[in-house]
């Protein structure tokens, strides 16, 4: 498998037949859909409630309303000409529509593309240029921007896309109330086999690359996440990191809870008071942390006047957690802590209910599946024992074969036997546990956000001041990693200060998060013995404040 094998009409790479057989037969690939999934639910049990959207007042939709709400937009869908294969980029927080928006495009076969709320007109554009896609789902405003002006910036430089659906006040596009249709028969939907949406990966250079998850492979993560975790009908999730980021949606996530007939509920931001206050109100169960979120949580539980005995477990994952924060979780919050390491891509790993605590707290957990394949080399890719630190590499029934047209990138990014580079460097325990140790590659991860620093250099690059830029990660008590760039002025260039090059980042229409953190003036960079910009050097400088 070299990365360039596409399943006709997918664009992306997928799993050989041999592996493919292997997985249907062990039962991990059940030829189940995403949209048959809830289909199914709703049929058992369709007065359950899945979904709470407490804000700005409390809605709730039963299994067999998300069903049928889900339905009618999938007829509106299709009426307006999205089908199968089509590709959606999909922009909302946490809100219920969101959840019924997936599901009308899981069902006709159409494709989410998930990009994040903070996202603006630079990354967006290219989403939407990038996929072809044909429609853009957006709310009216969010955290004081209104996505409208954003929708209509970005539909006038993509002339192939054809719909912009508002969950609010439209402007000058259409409702997403008004997109709904009563069906008229049965549509046609996608194969198990098939694409089910593209998720953004982290990236190290440029934009984000595009990860093609099936519904075979995704709706196998969720049936593992969901038994390591205990999620039953009972759970009561609640979603406090955005609703669109693989962690929160199926690690179990909301997904995952609605698998097991449980009840997500949306938070609407991420802060204690907000959260607390839903744990009290709903009898919260289950939810799932960023470290930095985590340590905010540990902090704020002592004194929090709510009542937190509900809930039951808590994952933290998406970065690196620290040994001393995981050691104070427990005993603040009074719940069971899981550890989660995993990407998008695919691999996940979770420590265990029944780990005995030194292992919860020290490592980083054990593959869901037992097809999870793990290699840990060196840097010329030669296995390493138990214990020894080396790069992770791993392929199995839910780690894509490649990303979405991207066959250059993915002879790196792949092995030719079809081995995953993650670019985390780890080492194993004699129990399989993986203990994160850091990352060859550059990207740097600020508090769960994953930002390319290529991009942002790209970004400070265009100011007229500006010869050179390098952007590395330091580290950052709260956040894990903050983002520091090394900026060489041109000669003859007037004064610039850090205030000015933030600014002028934030005014090109980027995510808020990957503005420079810190902004250092340097007369030269440091360089390789090649001439490449030596970032290890970079991070080893210390950064001044």
């Not at 008229?184 to 939907?189: E, H, K, V």
């Amino acid at each position: 498998m070299n990365g360039d094998a596409l399943t006709p009409g997918t664009d992306a790479p997928t799993w050989p037949p041999e592996f493919a057989e292997r997985y249907r037969a062990a039962g991990y690939w059940r030829g189940e859909t995403l949209g048959g999934m809830l289909r199914e639910r709703a049929a058992a049990h369709p007065d359950r409630i899945a979904l709470v959207d407490p804000a700005p007042r409390r809605r709730t939709w039963t299994y067999r309303a998300l069903d049928e709400r889900a339905d009618r937009l999938a007829a509106g869908f299709a009426a307006r000409g999205i089908g199968r294969g089509d590709r959606v980029v999909v922009q909302l927080p946490n809100v219920g529509e969101f959840v019924e928006v997936c599901f009308a495009l899981y069902r006709i076969g159409a494709l989410p593309v998930f990009a994040l709320p903070a996202h603006r007109e630079t990354e967006i554009a290219h989403f939407c240029a990038f996929t072809e896609a044909v429609a853009y789902v957006v709310p009216d405003r969010h955290a004081g921007f209104d996505h409208r002006e954003l929708a209509s910036r970005v539909r006038e430089r993509t002339p192939g896309l054809r719909e912009v659906f508002v969950v609010g006040e439209p402007g000058g596009h259409t409702a997403l109330p008004e997109a709904a249709a009563e069906p008229g028969g049965p549509l046609p939907g996608p194969e198990p086999h098939e694409l089910a949406f593209l998720q953004l990966s982290g990236g190290t250079t440029g934009m984000s690359k595009l990860i093609p998850r099936t519904h075979d492979d995704y709706v196998y993560s969720l049936r593992g996440s969901v038994g390591i975790c205990g999620v039953d009908a009972g759970t009561r999730f609640l979603v406090v990191l955005p609703a669109a980021h693989n962690f929160p949606a199926s690690s179990p996530g909301w997904l995952g809870v609605l698998y097991a007939g449980g009840t997500a509920v949306l938070c609407p931001t991420p802060d204690p008071a907000t959260a607390f206050a839903l744990v009290e109100r709903e009898r919260i169960t289950m939810t799932a942390l960023v470290p930095p979120l985590a340590l905010l949580w540990t902090e704020a539980a002592p004194a929090t006047g709510h009542d937190l005995s509900s809930l039951e477990l808590v994952l933290v994952g998406g970065a690196k957690y620290s040994e001393a924060a995981a050691r104070r979780f427990e005993p603040a919050l009074g719940c069971r802590l899981i550890q989660v390491f995993g990407m998008a891509e695919g691999l996940v790993n979770y420590t265990r209910l029944d780990d005995d605590a030194e292992t919860v707290v020290t490592t980083q957990g054990r593959p869901i599946s037992p097809d999870d394949e793990i290699r840990v080399v060196d840097d010329h890719d030669r296995d390493v024992p138990d214990g020894t630190a080396g790069h992770l590499l791993t392929r199995g029934p839910y780690t894509i074969r490649g990303y979405w047209r991207a066959p250059g990138h993915n002879r790196r990014a792949f092995t030719e036997d079809g081995f995953y580079r993650t670019g985390d460097i780890v080492r194993r325990t004699p129990s399989g546990h993986l203990v994160v140790e850091g990352r060859a590659k550059d990207q740097i991860n600020r508090g769960g956000e994953k930002i390319a620093p290529e991009e942002v250099e790209n970004v400070v690059l265009g100011h007229p001041a500006v010869h050179d830029v390098s952007v590395v990660a330091v580290p950052d008590d709260h956040l894990g990693e903050r983002s520091l760039a090394y900026v060489v002025l041109r000669a003859g260039a007037g004064p610039l200060r850090a205030a000015d090059v933030k600014r002028f980042v934030r005014e090109r229409g980027i995510a808020a998060y990957k503005v420079p953190d810190l902004v250092e003036f340097v007369d030269v960079l440091p360089r390789t013995g090649v001439g490449k910009v030596s970032k290890q050097r970079l991070r080893a400088t210390p950064a001044h404040p």
